[in-house]
């Protein structure tokens, strides 16, 4: 059985960091992706941040420079450091796993944890 557990969200003031954690479990993750969704009220669900197998990441326009996402294989964890945090990166913060598309290098995440919620308000 496959589970993703995340932590680290909160409450934090414009300017701020915050950790994510999200370790996984029931399976090896070594050979997928991993990655980080959000999702404003409102707003699409849009794909943050992913790392592949090799440790190659890509981010969102909105958030390079800012997050760094990164991967601890030996935990099955991975984590998005955010940084320099603005109102516009409230939202709820899902993890995931899955494959990348060797063509496409399209991801698609299998498997999802619940979700954490990152405020960022004065």
């Known amino acids: 059985q496959v589970q993703l557990v995340e932590s680290g969200g909160g409450l934090v003031k414009p300017g701020g960091s915050l950790r994510l954690s999200c370790a996984a479990s029931?399976?090896?993750?070594?050979?997928?992706?991993m990655g980080w969704h959000r999702q404003a009220p409102g707003k699409q669900r849009e794909l943050v941040a992913v790392i592949n197998s090799g440790g190659r990441t890509n981010y969102a326009d909105s958030v390079k420079g800012r997050f760094t996402i990164s991967r601890d294989n030996a935990k099955n964890t991975v984590y998005l450091q955010m940084d320099s945090l603005k109102s516009e990166d409230t939202a709820t913060y899902y993890c995931n796993v899955g494959p990348v598309d060797a063509r496409s290098e399209i991801y698609s995440p299998l498997w999802w944890g619940r979700g954490t919620q990152v405020t960022v308000s004065s």
């Open positions: 029931g399976s090896n993750f070594d050979i997928y992706a």
